[in-house]
């Protein structure tokens, strides 16, 4: 369904993407190269109306979302750690549809090779990594030990939902936690549990602006309902540097 995304919204999607991608059936060996046709056309974000991709599928397909977006999902990047070219990667707007060879559904991890190598054909984008120590937590195992609930099939990992008041998933890994504690510290997050296999997550937490919550803060939260604890220290945190990027894309 197509709706308009507010920029919070859109920051949201993208982290839930970053952290959380179910896994496929689909080896790596069967994955597709490139895609077999790909059409990136540019849009007025004003005068038309946005959807955001989802997976797995067997076609990408993004309406009415900005350069910046693109690339995010394409090298599995929280769009507020990539650098360069700001103004250009905020103001281009894209209509893109890209189908890979065969019938099989790919995850977002599937699809990221394909989406570089398309961008850095149609955009002439070059980009390298800078890794960088911000303020930030460890999360880490609280006293008394940790209280997760292991998930159905604990190989398998599914998606997650950042809600204003908390996170939810059917199954994810500690890892993966810590990625989505980062959006609502608004600070990186490094996984220090130790803790192996895929958890449910069902957590609660007052919202970083409300004063009349019944919920406890995700500190409290994060201790008493996972066992778990939020450590302050440096985190190192890795940033995606754009070099080149041409705001008009190639032919299709």
Request: proline share 8%; hydrophobic share 40%; glycine share 6%.
């Amino acid at each position: 369904m197509k709706k308009r995304f507010s920029g919070t919204n859109i920051s949201l999607l993208v982290a839930i993407l970053v952290a959380a991608t179910p896994v496929c059936a689909q080896t790596p060996a069967q994955t597709p190269q490139a895609f077999e046709v790909a059409s990136i056309r540019a849009v007025d974000p004003d005068h038309e109306t946005a959807s955001f991709p989802t997976f797995p599928n067997t076609q990408f397909t993004m309406e009415n979302m900005s350069l910046r977006i693109l690339i995010a999902i394409a090298y599995g990047m929280s769009d507020n750690r990539i650098t360069g070219q700001a103004d250009l990667l905020d103001s281009a707007y894209f209509t893109v549809k890209a189908k890979p060879g065969g019938d099989t559904p790919l995850t977002a991890k599937q699809y990221q090779p394909l989406l570089q190598q398309l961008l850095q054909q149609r955009f002439k984008l070059a980009v390298h990594h800078e890794t960088k120590d911000l303020p930030g937590y460890a999360l880490v195992v609280a006293k008394g030990g940790p209280k997760l609930t292991p998930a159905k099939d604990k190989d398998t990992a599914a998606g997650a939902y950042i809600l204003e008041d908390g996170l939810r998933s059917a199954g994810i890994s500690t890892k993966t936690l810590a990625s989505l504690l980062t959006r609502p510290l608004g600070q990186p997050v490094m996984d220090k549990t130790g803790i192996e296999g895929n958890y449910i997550l069902d957590l609660h937490f007052a919202p970083a602006t409300s004063t009349e919550s019944t919920f406890p803060s995700i500190f409290t939260a994060v201790q008493e309902q996972l066992g778990l604890k939020l450590e302050p220290q440096k985190v190192p945190t890795d940033f995606l540097v754009i070099d080149h990027v041409e705001k008009v894309p190639t032919e299709n």
